[in-house]
């Protein structure tokens, strides 16, 4: 070891690796899935317990990154002993519930709210919406031809307004998660809210103003959570508008962000040698599924020059 | 986060208003110009900032009230005050009915369209005002606009003149005409000379305290005709005492609750509650002894006392009166609560159409600073409480105890996941005893003459006196005291029956979200058990009478349009399903539906077991319960 100052050598690293002291597991919560007992750990809600149970529970507002808002309603599951439905992605696990996640009140339930949705929304572009629509034997059009949709409130036609992402309302349920994405539960960049009431009730900046006047920061992270397709990258839309998006001929590939050192894991989506969508797997340790305007939006200039 | 304004600057007078509500900004960062350098950089932000969002709809209030609209500079102003994102100040003030978002005339004149007033011409005063004033919402100088309840029920049909200025004035004309509304909107004063002989009016600026006992007697008649029967109990004070005055307030016997409550001690203060049995007059009948029990046993010391004064149910009206005539009851009943379950801060949310009621709640609340019954030591206990009041600004849904919290938060008006409860987790995430006007009105009384001797009025199962707001097809509509188990046609027959002896052919119990019974429920005792049995509700206490006279489709039908109007938004069933609701009441009532009627009746009937089941709060519970009932009693069919 050298006197001088400027120069320190390392102590010899230790043989074994540490390790956080071990946590007592949290106690179970043993609560009744369809006549299935099923055990999970304390916190867990309703929605764990179905997973554990097997049993598919269909969502639309509930993120695992997010924090429950309960507001789409089609989680809903009949707890014994309570007046009304409860929401399986909200409510915690006690012990000894019961749970009907099929009795004929939750399948009416769920059927009549995709109904409401399909009577509203235009759900092209949300094919688990569809798929559900299906198991619930869901049937929109029975509300008539005459029911209001959803867009009266706000211009019908896509908001292009930024060169990156597009917005379209018409294809909005109002899950709030993109909402959830850009505030507190993300971004905390706020350029967008919940306004008016009702029916009227839609995602708006202040006044409605275009996103290059907003606090947006095009991280992306709102279209990494829309569950319609209302929030879409600019490059998806124009492909879908010119008939040219062609999902059996898209590949997806992990790999990991080139531009800073965080090391955030990228799903290229790539079409025609071209990467037409960039997300990142909510699991990802790193970025739990959230990305800056770089990672969503920096790639695209990867692929062969137009023609 | 950054602040990302671009809605340019607000005016003086904007930046006055707000600044009016939250003093002067501190330093150049929060909107501050000619400061000194150590002002400057004096509190710039951070958590001490964002703490005071509670005051944001206070602020709104302020800018709608003194310009009568809210600009984009002004919101961006507000934004930058209290720290909160511009999307969301939006968010919050494009939530209420009252604040205007785009420039509107000073003047508006809110036309009730609702039940109560339709039975008493509304429709056709609105199609006059559209006659002679033009369409709704149009002028430049003064304007109209269909409302929903208003709360004047007893006088219909009713209106609201809100004009905006320094200060801002009201003028509640019930009953009114065309003529009288044309005339209070066009004349140049905004004093409130124009108020007729049968029109309750004051202005914000105007003293409570100045009307002589034998007029005030007058005035208070209109709403309660019965007012001064030595019978009363909860309405004992009402038309007698200087709503204004605390000594007349104590010569009346007021203040012997809090007494004994401090004599008590805050246990024995609770078990006297729960001895009377009381619970809770909103329409929910939760019994108050133990939310308030809950509440103090809460290991979180920091709690909440908030008086829902949010009175929006259609046809519902008692807490307006007791607010205006007997505001001490109910300062008097949460001053205990909170003496009771150890909570030092407590809110009034008052509905934001009750003017009179605000500005005779502030007067109280100033007597009783004044008095020391409210402040750092109550009554000499040594224990502080602090009453604030709050303004609504039309949105049914805040009436919600979830939602009311939000609303106080300076949050949108949306009701909240349960559990938790509010006794755990309620205003500003703390334990938090939620009452209405007529439960806390309820607790002196209790407290003086003892949870027993309450306990003894009315039946087993519904204990005390109980207010029943009668509207419609009677004599003489008004807030009527009686013991429960009084029957629905004794309190027919108090208020005069049905005029000219016509047939009553329904009674709307529990308002909107109540249910309609048919003649045969007369002999029915109104108490909650009874109601229970026979699949109706007390809901908050209306009694709505319809005789033959009343077109109860387009009763119903605006039912089905106050609940698609008055739905947050936030749940899909409430969302969509109030809206598919109407269209099929629309189609019921064009003869045109969708395959048989039988099959818009099975329609019907899965639409609302949905909002029911599945909705988060009771609005959508409750959105097709009045109309499921109608058509069980072929309310839809012709008139016969």
Known sequence: ?????????????????????????????????????????????????????????????????????????????????ARTLVPAC?????????????????????????????????????????????????????????????????????????????????????????VEACGSDAQHTFAIAVAGRGFHAHISTEADVPLPDSACVYCGN?????????????TEHDLRAAGRWDPAAQTQTDTICPYCGVGCTLTLTVQDQRIVKVMSPPDAPVTRGNLCIKGRFGTTFVGPEDT | MDLHLGGGAASAEERAAVDAVLGPPTSRWRGGVDLTLAEHFGLSGGNAVRAERHRLLPVLHALQDRLGWLSRGALDYVSLRLDVPPAEVWGVASFYHLLALSPQAPQVAHVCDDIACRLRGAEALCGELERT??????????????????????????????????????????????????????????????????????????????????????????????????????????????PASLADYRAHGGFAGLTRAIALGPEATIAEVITSRLVGRGGAAF?????????????????????????????TFKDRVLCEWDPFALIEGMTSAALATGASLGFIYLRGEYPRAAAHLEAALAAARAGDLLGPDVAGTGHGFELELRRGAGAYICGEETALFNSIEGRRGEPRAKPPFPVEAGLFGRPTVINNVETLASVPLILARGGAAFAAIGTAGSTGPKLFCVSGAVA????????????????????????????????????????????????????????????ATLGSGVVMVLDDRAD??????????????????????????????????????????LGSVADERALLGELAQAMRDASICGLGQTASAAIESALRLGLLEASP
């Not at chain 1, 320190?8 to 919560?29: E, I, L």
């Not at chain 1, 709102?222 to 600019?234: D, E, N, S, Y």
């Open chain 2, 476 to 535: 003489r509509p008004g807030v009527y005291e009686a013991r429960f188990g009084v029957t629905l046609g004794e309190l027919i027959a108090r208020a005069g029956g049905v005029p000219g002896d016509r047939p009553l052919r329904a009674v709307l119990l529990g308002g909107a979200a109540g249910s309609f019974v048919g003649p045969e429920a007369l002999a029915l005792p109104l108490t909650l058990e009874a109601l229970r049995a026979a699949g």
């Open chain 1, 1 to 81: 070891m050298s006197d001088d100052a400027i120069y320190f050598n390392p102590p010899p690293r230790s043989a074994h690796t540490p390790t956080a002291p071990a946590r007592p597991a949290p106690a179970p919560v043993e609560v009744t899935i369809d006549g299935r007992p099923v055990s999970v750990p304390t916190g867990a809600t309703l929605l764990d317990a179905c997973s554990a149970a097997g049993v598919e529970t269909p969502t639309l507002c509930f993120a695992s990154t997010l924090t429950p808002v309960n507001a789409c309603r089609v989680c809903v599951v009949e707890l014994e002993g």
């Open chain 1, 90 to 178: 909200a409510r915690k696990a006690e012990p000894g519930m019961k749970v009907l996640t099929d009795s004929p009140r939750v399948r009416l339930s769920r059927k009549v709210v995709l109904e409401l949705l399909g009577s509203s929304v235009d759900l092209s572009t949300a094919p688990d919406l569809l798929r559900w629509q299906q198991r619930y034997a869901a049937r929109p059009a029975r509300f008539g031809s005459g029911a209001a949709v959803a867009t009266v409130a706000q211009q019908t036609k896509v908001k292009v307004d930024n060169a990156l992402y597009v917005r379209d309302y018409g294809k909005c349920v109002l899950c709030y998660k993109c």
């Open chain 2, 287 to 315: 019994p108050t002894g133990k939310k308030w029990q809950a509440v103090a046993a809460q290991p979180v010391r920091e709690r909440f006392i908030v008086c829902n004064a949010d009175e929006s149910e259609p046809g």
């Open chain 1, 222 to 234: 709102c279209i990494q959570v829309c569950p319609t397709g209302a929030l879409m990258f600019k």
């Open chain 2, 552 to 593: 109860l489709p387009d009763l119903v039908r605006r039912i089905a349009r106050f609940f698609r109007d008055e739905s947050c938004g936030q749940c899909v069933p409430c969302r969509v399903g109030t809206v598919r609701q109407d269209e099929l009441l629309g189609r019921l009532g064009a003869g045109t539906p």
């Open chain 2, 133 to 242: 004033l033009g369409p709704a919402g149009q002028g430049s100088e003064y304007t109209w606009k269909r409302s929903p309840c208003l709360g004047l029920c007893e006088a219909a049909p009713a209106a609201l003149v809100l004009r905006a200025g320094t200060p801002a004035t009201h003028q509640a004309l019930a009953p009114t005409t065309a003529d009288e509304l044309r005339a209070a909107l066009t004349s140049t004063s905004t004093s409130t000379s124009t108020s007729t002989s049968t029109s309750t009016s004051t202005s914000t600026s105007t003293s409570t305290s100045s009307s002589p006992p034998s007029s005030r007697l007058d005035e208070v008649r209109r709403a309660v005709p019965d007012a001064g029967d030595p019978d009363h109990l909860l309405l004992a004070r009402v038309g007698r005492v200087d």
